[in-house]
């Protein structure tokens, strides 16, 4: 099971993936988003099982996302890397669009394959459609969810967006903020069969990225504005195409989540990261409202919240409270408005 979505408001898109496998035998699965190891029922007869990439980038210029059968997928992947060229543009597609319609009836892909700065998708057993001006992609069981929330959010771009869909990554990373803490807080998700984690991809001219040093946060605000972390911390680290998933606040815990392809990356015997990006999801106990933040960090502007690694394992955190009791300031002040959406460039 899966939920796995891609949107563009007229600029790039940007795909998210869930990490969240599920299978028929019903043992306790230990995952980012809960407290503790427990069974995890999800839809027709199935259980939460492990974690697996479902973002996968085969090259740098061809992007493959999958929901439903790991196995149909897993033999895909495995053939396109093994027919695509390295580093050369897809000249002839032909192969791959041969493998691609070979997928299973249980299984459905979405392969985006970007060729002198456009983006060109192929959908096996899925299809794109519009909505408000954005075109978006939707597969597994949790698409309902996905599209629930773009339908009720059509502010979330308000006409701001720019060339390299940077927004279009901020409305993927705004529900996977929202969709982890509320896991954490009420399973919301696991029913359905997705969850256990994020990931964010997105096209650059010279080829797809992820969404790297990806720093998740929850809080509540109190009725006389006091806030407390609402559930854990999570911190998205990449060394090579393998995502270190760490959850923290109180304690700390590292999942490592491969890559179907590419080389094992050794991570370094220490390192300090400070976050790329910063989602801050603040819920105002008093009145129920959701406020979301998000903050992009360009590397020569780096922020004081690091996170430290040993051998991979996330060990240690520092948090920038000056920043968090501004952002609870703003959310506070702002609470009367009800929905608007602030963009503002520094």
Not at 30 to 48: S, V
Not at 229 to 253: H, M, Q, T
Request: proline share 6%; with cysteine.
């Amino acid at each position: 099971m899966t939920l796995v979505g891609g949107v563009s408001a007229g600029g790039m898109p940007a795909f998210i993936g869930d990490l969240l496998i599920s299978w028929r035998v019903p043992t306790a699965v230990d995952l980012p988003t809960l407290a503790e190891p427990r069974i995890a029922p999800g839809p027709d007869e199935n259980f939460a099982s492990s974690l697996a990439q479902k973002l996968v980038l085969i090259r740098p210029y061809f992007l493959l996302a999958w929901a439903g059968s790991r196995a149909n997928a897993n033999r895909i992947i495995q053939g396109l890397d093994a027919i695509l060229p390295e580093q050369a543009e897809l000249a002839d597609a032909h192969a791959a669009l041969q493998l691609l319609d070979t997928c299973d009836e249980d299984g459905e892909l979405l392969a985006i394959v970007l060729s002198d700065r456009t983006v060109q998708p192929y959908c096996a057993r899925t299809r794109g459609f519009e909505l408000d001006g954005r075109r978006i992609y939707l597969m597994g069981s949790g698409r309902g969810d996905f599209f629930d929330y773009l339908e009720a959010h059509a502010d979330l771009v308000a006409g701001q967006e720019t060339a390299d869909g940077i927004l279009a990554r901020a409305i993927a990373l705004r529900f996977g903020s929202r969709a982890m803490a509320l896991q954490c807080i009420a399973g919301t998700g696991l029913e359905q069969g997705w969850g256990g984690g994020f990931e964010v991809a997105y096209p650059e001219p010279d080829g797809f990225r992820k969404c790297d040093r990806l720093l998740f946060r929850a809080w509540k605000i109190e009725a006389d504005g006091s806030y407390v972390n609402s559930g854990r911390s999570f911190f998205n680290r990449y060394y090579g195409r393998d995502l270190y998933l760490s959850c923290f606040n109180p304690e700390e815990k590292t999942y490592v989540i491969p890559s179907p392809v590419g080389e094992p990356v050794t991570p370094p015997a220490f390192e300090r990261c400070t976050p790329s990006w910063t989602v801050d999801l603040l819920v105002h106990e008093p009145t129920g409202m959701f406020i979301e933040a998000l903050r992009f960090h360009p590397n020569h502007r780096p922020v004081a919240d690091f996170v430290e690694f040993v051998d991979g394992a996330l060990t240690g955190w520092n948090m920038d409270k000056a920043y968090v009791d501004q952002l609870v300031a703003s959310a506070v002040a702002r609470i009367d408005q009800g929905n608007s959406f602030t963009f503002n460039r520094y």
